[in-house]
């Protein structure tokens, strides 16, 4: 099983940056597709972004293409979710994801960081 902590949430203004970041054991990168959701209140959780196992690929949600950033840190363990621009919508737990599926492995989640956009 994979643990997951993410830090770096907490609030911000409308227009403003945070960066987000998830801790995972080592070489978790290296057979994980790790993915950032968030979960707004009273709503579904939803994909904001992925990076492939590599770090070659990246996917993003319409919402946040151009304005957020995923990436990993091999050397720290560390992924990554540079968010610039935030609008109110940005406001959710954003959680972390690693997604071993593909390979026959399980699917993790981190506890969650709750970012909240002020206007």
């Known amino acids: 099983q994979v643990q997951l902590v993410e830090s770096g949430g907490g609030l911000v203004q409308t227009g403003g940056s945070l960066r987000l970041s998830c801790a995972a054991p080592?070489?978790?990168?290296?057979?994980?597709?790790m993915k950032w959701f968030r979960q707004a209140p009273g709503k579904e959780r939803e994909f904001v972004a992925a990076i492939s196992w590599n770090g070659i690929t990246t996917t993003y949600a319409d919402s946040v293409k151009g304005r957020f950033t995923i990436s990993t840190d091999n050397d720290k363990n560390t992924l990554y979710l540079q968010m610039n621009l935030l609008t109110a919508k940005g406001t959710a737990v954003y959680y972390c994801?690693?997604?071993?599926?593909?390979?026959?492995?399980?699917?993790?989640w981190g506890q969650g960081t709750q970012v909240t956009v002020s206007s």
């Open positions: 080592p070489r978790t990168f290296n057979y994980y597709v």
């Open positions: 994801n690693a997604d071993g599926r593909a390979r026959g492995g399980s699917e993790q």
